[in-house]
């Protein structure tokens, strides 16, 4: 059984930080890539961010590239994405996920979390 959980979503002010965790527990977790998305109201699952099982190569989408950085602690088993300057339209549920690829579309993952709330205010 694969268990994966989001955690650190809050309230932040726009241009503020958060850095939000993924744990993951039940598979080998450096053989898996972890893939960074979210949903804002009306709208559909968006890809964010994604590393690499090493953690060697990480992707962003345009929206976030040079504002949110993804890492990981293998050791650990967890996955972090820190962001930075974030902006009102970042207001979104964001969710983790695990898979063998290394793609940008939410189809190609596997293993959810149950998503974090995250709320930036002007």
């Known amino acids: 059984q694969v268990h994966v959980v989001e955690s650190g979503g809050g309230l932040v002010q726009a241009g503020g930080s958060l850095r939000l965790s993924c744990a993951a527990s039940?598979?080998?977790?450096?053989?898996?890539?972890v893939g960074w998305f979210r949903q804002a109201p009306g709208k559909g699952r968006e890809f964010v961010a994604a590393?690499?099982?090493?953690?060697?190569?990480?992707r962003y989408a345009d929206s976030v590239k040079g504002r949110f950085t993804t890492s990981r602690d293998n050791a650990r088993n967890t996955v972090s994405l820190q962001m930075n300057s974030l902006k009102f339209e970042d207001t979104a549920v964001y969710y983790c996920?695990?898979?063998?690829?290394?793609?940008?579309?939410?189809?190609?993952?596997?293993?959810w979390g149950q998503g974090t709330q995250v709320t930036v205010y002007a």
């Open positions: 590393i690499t099982g090493s953690g060697l190569t990480t």
């Open positions: 039940g598979r080998t977790f450096s053989n898996y890539a």
């Open positions: 996920a695990t898979d063998t690829r290394f793609g940008t579309a939410a189809s190609g993952y596997d293993y």
